[in-house]
């Protein structure tokens, strides 16, 4: 859990509380006590700090000093911690309820006058978040009523206004040092004073009442009850803890800086895009980053996103429960004019982890599940193969809008929208994407999908590729011209767009592979050996091709594999590689695969750098890689095709994340965000298997494996009755199983496969 504070801690705390404890002088005013103090006025340019056992009580002090009484009023917001108020109701005051700006959460300076009354005593601004109020108008009027100005700073050290340091503005500044803030002693505080006017009354009010800090100076020869007191001194222990801390200031001000400076940055994108608003500094202020927040749409949305975050082991937490609507509040204070902004305002805010030393690692953690809570993505195509990518942004806390024409598909239900539009309406799908405000698009497993994906990508300046890119790398004659100029190993080959076209083949070398030009799935592929045989192949090719032209290709002799990869911002990383089985000729329909392929180091590393070379070719950028490729006898890698998406038959979206320990989902949508993916383990790598079922033999295999090692299954598909009809592509298979196991040979056992596995 990335928690929403850490209490500061800089490495020489103990040394110093030792020190203290050696020193024989653990209550206040020690050593320690008398550096923070010393330090502090020097740093701020004050005539004097105190500290106090907590900024609680440095408030209770300064109510002391302004002599408030019963019937007074003291203005102050009501967007504050209580005991801004509890230190003056001790006294007798009614509070009196100013409402807040909404750009800093602050006291709106310009109804301050307004709430103004012949019983009016003190203003008291806040400087919430450390982002100071509007002094020098505060001030104006506070000197045209004759009121004291007391600056509740307790988020606000080391802050400044116009080059001032926040708490030595107004008449008396008060400090905290809790656990929570920028600067601690575990619990602690401080009064701060600009001039002498009070220092004399302070130092007698924090000592019980008695004149004890004059006479330990030797300014009187006893000390005596003089006024009404308490005890508002701090331990030396505490000081002591304090002074680790303030003599490392700075280090921690620009820690703390930089952290805020990074979620500001990274979250602008949401600003933008009207989702969220964020923290507002004016330019006259100087922060500290005593936090960073955000403001939601109201209050469900900021409920739903801490109970998201919470699921993403992050404590984000809301503020103040505007004083003026809790019971001491309305038996204590009133509110003044119209509460526009406090309530509305308060009810939006939420704070995002925020302390010293906040790893980089988990402010990005934080920035990216913000991002993903409110973003949206729109998904092309809703089957089955799609369906994973569906529920896999929906975990992530993305908004999913589905497109596929209506069929009944499981995206359908799934979705959060789901559009009855086909997926390859690219222009109507553009349109509905511009309409809803989409922050990306994906899709997984589909070349015809991949077309209106990086269709819609560009139009909209999406991450994806570019549409030369989806030319080169969903056709098939594009594709082997690119690897050919590219010097990428490739088969001859020729397109043609009828039988009669067969006289320009007579120079190549039978076996030939016959399909169409821009399909997928081992649709109408055919492998022919003699001449005779190519009129009927290059018609069916044709008759399934969507530009109604066929490539021809010379046959590559060899084991057939392909290698899942992931590119971003055109670094390609790859991450296993999958044996696959077939039917062998003449149409090559998969009939499984396992992954990780069993090759060599050598074989790997040869194998990466030719398809690295082949996705530079076909200008891959952005998207999920899926390289076919065969070894041959002689040890040559030979390119099949490649596409700029996901494998299919579940190799992206279930065997890679089995055999790798990888999320290859997340990294898709990591990608289509324009986020680097991530290359975690989330699961313990396996051996992952997919077998199709295509006869009674494939069912009677499962059948085995279900009674004899069920704990290996890890996914079943829907299967159908294998007579109602012919299997003549991937699409027309009965159904599928996966299985998941340590050991490979158990499964090769299970299967009882041939050397194709």
């Given at each position: 859990m990335i928690g929403f504070n850490v209490p500061p801690v800089v490495g020489t705390e103990n040394k110093y509380v030792k020190q203290a404890i050696k020193n024989h002088k653990i209550c206040g005013d020690g050593e320690f006590t008398k550096k923070c103090s010393k330090w502090m006025e020097n740093k701020f340019n004050a005539k004097e700090i105190l500290l106090t056992t907590s900024c609680s009580s440095a408030l209770e002090m300064t109510a002391l000093l302004a002599d408030i009484k019963p019937g007074d009023e003291v203005i102050m917001p009501a967007f504050?911690?209580?005991?801004?108020?509890?230190?003056?109701?001790?006294?007798?005051?009614?509070?009196?309820?100013?409402?807040?700006?909404?750009?800093?959460?602050?006291?709106?300076?310009?109804?301050?006058?307004?709430?103004?009354?012949?019983?009016?005593?003190?203003?008291?601004?806040?400087?919430?978040?450390?982002?100071?109020?509007?002094?020098?108008?505060?001030?104006?009027?506070?000197?045209?009523?004759?009121?004291?100005?007391?600056?509740?700073?307790?988020?606000?050290?080391?802050?400044?206004?116009?080059?001032?340091?926040?708490?030595?503005?107004?008449?008396?500044?008060?400090y905290s040092?809790?656990?929570?803030?920028?600067?601690?002693?575990?619990?602690?505080?401080?009064?701060?004073?600009?001039?002498?006017?009070?220092?004399?009354?302070?130092?007698?009010?924090?000592?019980?009442?008695?004149?004890?800090?004059?006479?330990?100076?030797?300014?009187?020869?006893?000390?005596?009850?003089?006024?009404?007191?308490?005890?508002?001194?701090?331990?030396?222990?505490?000081?002591?803890?304090?002074?680790?801390?303030?003599?490392?200031?700075?280090?921690?001000?620009?820690?703390?800086?930089?952290?805020?400076n990074y979620y500001n940055e990274s979250l602008k994108i949401l600003e933008d895009k009207g989702y969220i608003e964020r923290q507002y500094v004016p330019k006259e202020c100087e922060h500290n980053a005593h936090m960073y927040y955000i403001k939601t749409k109201d209050l469900a949305e900021?409920?739903?996103?801490?109970?998201?975050?919470?699921?993403?082991?992050?404590?984000?937490?809301?503020?103040?429960?505007?004083?003026?609507?809790?019971?001491?509040?309305?038996?204590?204070?009133?509110?003044?004019?119209?509460?526009?902004?406090?309530?509305?305002?308060?009810?939006?805010?939420?704070?995002?982890?925020?302390?010293?030393?906040?790893?980089?690692?988990?402010?990005?953690?934080?920035?990216?599940?913000?991002?993903?809570?409110?973003?949206?993505?729109a998904i092309i195509g809703a089957n089955d193969f799609q369906n994973p990518l569906i529920l896999k942004a929906k975990s992530l806390g993305?908004?999913?809008?589905?497109?596929?024409?209506?069929?009944?598909?499981?995206?359908?239900?799934?979705?959060?929208?789901?559009?009855?539009?086909?997926?390859?309406?690219?222009?109507?799908?553009?349109?509905?994407?511009?309409?809803?405000?989409?922050?990306?698009?994906?899709?997984?497993?589909?070349?015809l999908a991949t077309l209106t994906v990086n269709y819609v990508a560009e139009k909209l300046g999406l991450p994806g590729n570019s549409l030369e890119c989806t030319k080169k790398s969903t056709n098939k004659y594009e594709m082997r011209k690119a690897f050919k100029e590219a010097g990428v190993a490739t088969p001859g080959f020729e397109i043609v767009s009828s039988p009669e076209d067969i006289e320009k083949l007579s120079d190549m070398e039978y076996p030939l592979i016959v399909k169409p030009t821009d399909r997928s799935g081992s649709r109408a592929i055919t492998k022919i050996y003699k001449k005779e045989e190519l009129e009927e192949a290059i018609s069916k090719a044709i008759e399934n091709s969507f530009e109604k032209k066929a490539i021809v290709e010379e046959y590559i002799e060899g084991n057939e594999f392909s290698a899942e990869g992931i590119t971003y911002n055109g670094e390609h990383k790859f991450l296993t590689i999958t044996r696959k089985a077939t039917t062998g000729a003449p149409h090559f329909i998969e009939t499984g695969h396992i992954e990780p392929a069993g090759l060599s180091k050598d074989m790997e590393e040869k194998i990466y750098n030719e398809l690295t070379k082949a996705l530079t070719a076909l200008q891959i950028t952005n998207s999920a890689t899926h390289s076919e490729f065969k070894i041959?006898?002689?040890?040559?890698?030979?390119?099949?095709?490649?596409?700029?998406?996901?494998?299919?038959?579940?190799?992206?979206?279930?065997?890679?994340?089995?055999?790798?320990?990888?999320?290859?989902?997340?990294?898709?949508i990591d990608v289509a965000m324009?986020?680097?993916?991530?290359?975690?383990?989330?699961?313990?790598?396996?051996?992952?298997?997919?077998?199709?079922?295509?006869?009674?033999?494939?069912?009677?295999?499962?059948?085995?494996?279900?009674k004899e090692a069920p704990e290996l299954i890890y996914f079943v598909s829907k299967i159908e009755d294998i007579s109602s009809h012919k299997v003549v592509d991937s699409s027309s298979r009965f159904g599928f199983y996966i299985l998941a196991c340590e050991n490979k040979e158990k499964i090769r056992w299970l299967l009882n496969e041939d050397e194709q596995y």
């Open positions: 504050t911690f209580v005991s801004t108020a509890n230190a003056f109701v001790l006294r007798g005051a009614k509070i009196v309820f100013v409402d807040i700006r909404p750009d800093t959460m602050n006291i709106d300076e310009n109804l301050i006058e307004d709430a103004i009354t012949k019983k009016t005593k003190a203003i008291v601004p806040v400087h919430y978040a450390g982002v100071a109020c509007e002094m020098d108008k505060i001030l104006e009027i506070a000197k045209k009523y004759n009121l004291l100005v007391i600056e509740d700073a307790a988020q606000g050290v080391m802050a400044k206004y116009k080059d001032k340091y926040l708490g030595t503005i107004g008449d008396i500044g008060c040092f809790h656990e929570t803030k920028n600067y601690s002693s575990g619990e602690g505080g401080a009064v701060v004073f600009r001039d002498d006017r009070y220092t004399e009354m302070a130092e007698i009010i924090r000592e019980k009442g008695t004149n004890r800090s004059k006479f330990f100076r030797g300014q009187v020869d006893k000390y005596t009850w003089v006024e009404c007191g308490s005890s508002y001194l701090p331990s030396d222990i505490n000081a002591a803890y304090l002074w680790a801390e303030l003599e490392q200031a700075d280090k921690i001000n620009n820690n703390r800086l930089a952290t805020w900021r409920t739903a996103l801490i109970k998201y975050l919470k699921a993403m082991d992050i404590q984000a937490v809301f503020h103040y429960v505007p004083l003026h609507t809790a019971p001491a509040g309305i038996k204590y204070g009133r509110f003044n004019g119209e509460d526009k902004y406090t309530t509305k305002e308060s009810d939006r805010l939420l704070r995002l982890p925020m302390y010293y030393n906040l790893k980089q690692v988990d402010a990005e953690k934080v920035v990216k599940a913000v991002k993903d809570f409110y973003l949206k993505i993305y908004e999913t809008h589905v497109f596929a024409w209506q069929d009944g598909s499981i995206g359908e239900k799934t979705a959060d929208y789901f559009y009855p539009i086909s997926i390859v309406e690219k222009d109507e799908i553009l349109e509905k994407c511009k309409e809803i405000g989409i922050d990306a698009i994906a899709t997984i497993a589909s070349d041959t006898p002689n040890g040559d890698v030979r390119i099949i095709e490649i596409g700029a998406r996901m494998g299919g038959d579940c190799i992206g979206s279930d065997l890679v994340q089995i055999s790798t320990g990888y999320d290859f989902i997340k990294m898709v324009g986020n680097k993916p991530s290359f975690e383990k989330v699961t313990e790598p396996k051996i992952a298997v997919i077998r199709f079922i295509f006869n009674k033999k494939d069912l009677e295999d499962f059948e085995r494996v279900k």
